[in-house]
T-cell receptor, first 108, second 115 residues
Framework: GQNIDQPTEMTATEGAIVQINCTYQTSGFNGLFWYQQHAGEAPTFLSYNVLDGLEEKGRFSSFLSRSKGYSYLLLKELQMKDSASYLCAAAGFQKLVFGTGTRLLVSP | EAGVAQSPRYKIIEKRQSVAFWCNPISGHATLYWYQQILGQGPKLLIQFQNNGVVDDSQLPKDRFSAERLKGVDSTLKIQPAKLEDSAVYLC????WGQGNEKLFFGSGTQLSVL
């Protein structure tokens, strides 16, 4: 079976750092995606991890541990525009399974 | 490069009516996906096409939902008859090859309200 688990909601203040965790169980695991989705908009690609370790891309970093079935998305220097839902998605063979998403609210 | 096009943007219907959504993927993308996203949830795959063939429709409620991609380009998703629980955003996405490790390009979605 396939199961993706991430927190429903998180809050943080502008300028802070926040870490959004994701655990997954999926057959034929190929890698882990993170997508950002602003309210009323389509998801947009943030990152893809296939190997263990941390990948940094500007203010956003993503980490993967394949042995633990665990990933996190790290957002630094939070801005108001980062208020959105963050979707964790596990890639299997020809299939991508999304989690329910973590709604992040950034306050001044 | 043009993105994934979807129409209509919004649709309001009464239960038991029928509705159809249209999607045109990024040019050259072999794989097209229809996802259903209920408010507060992540996208759920309804059907995946590779060119004009179906790769996965295991979560498509086939008694009321149908989809086609006849020429391997654009696609339509139909619901007949609609139920209240079909209220959701219907997202179309495409990718070049359909491998599990490809990023998806999403359209803006069609927001369906069933009254």
């Amino acid at each position: 079976g396939q199961n993706i688990d991430q927190p429903t909601e998180m809050t943080a203040t502008e300028g802070a750092i926040v870490q959004i965790n994701c655990t997954y169980q999926t057959s034929g695991f190929n890698g882990l995606f993170w997508y950002q989705q602003h309210a009323g908009e389509a998801p947009t690609f943030l990152s893809y991890n296939v190997l263990d370790g941390l990948e940094e891309k500007g203010r956003f970093s993503s980490f993967l541990s394949r042995s633990k079935g665990y990933s996190y998305l790290l957002l630094k220097e939070l801005q108001m525009k980062d208020s959105a839902s963050y979707l964790c998605a596990a890639a299997g063979f020809q299939k991508l399974v999304f989690g329910t998403g973590t709604r992040l609210l950034v306050s001044p | 490069e043009a993105g994934v096009a979807q129409s209509p943007r919004y649709k309001i219907i009464e239960k038991r009516q029928s509705v159809a959504f249209w999607c045109n993927p990024i040019s050259g993308h072999a794989t097209l996906y229809w996802y259903q996203q209920i408010l507060g949830q992540g996208p759920k795959l309804l059907i995946q096409f590779q060119n004009n063939g179906v790769v996965d429709d295991s979560q498509l409620p086939k008694d009321r939902f149908s989809a086609e991609r006849l020429k391997g380009v654009d696609s339509t998703l139909k619901i007949q008859p609609a139920k209240l629980e079909d209220s959701a955003v219907y997202l179309c996405a495409s990718s070049p090859w359909g491998q599990g490790n490809e990023k998806l390009f999403f359209g803006s979605g069609t927001q369906l309200s069933v009254l």
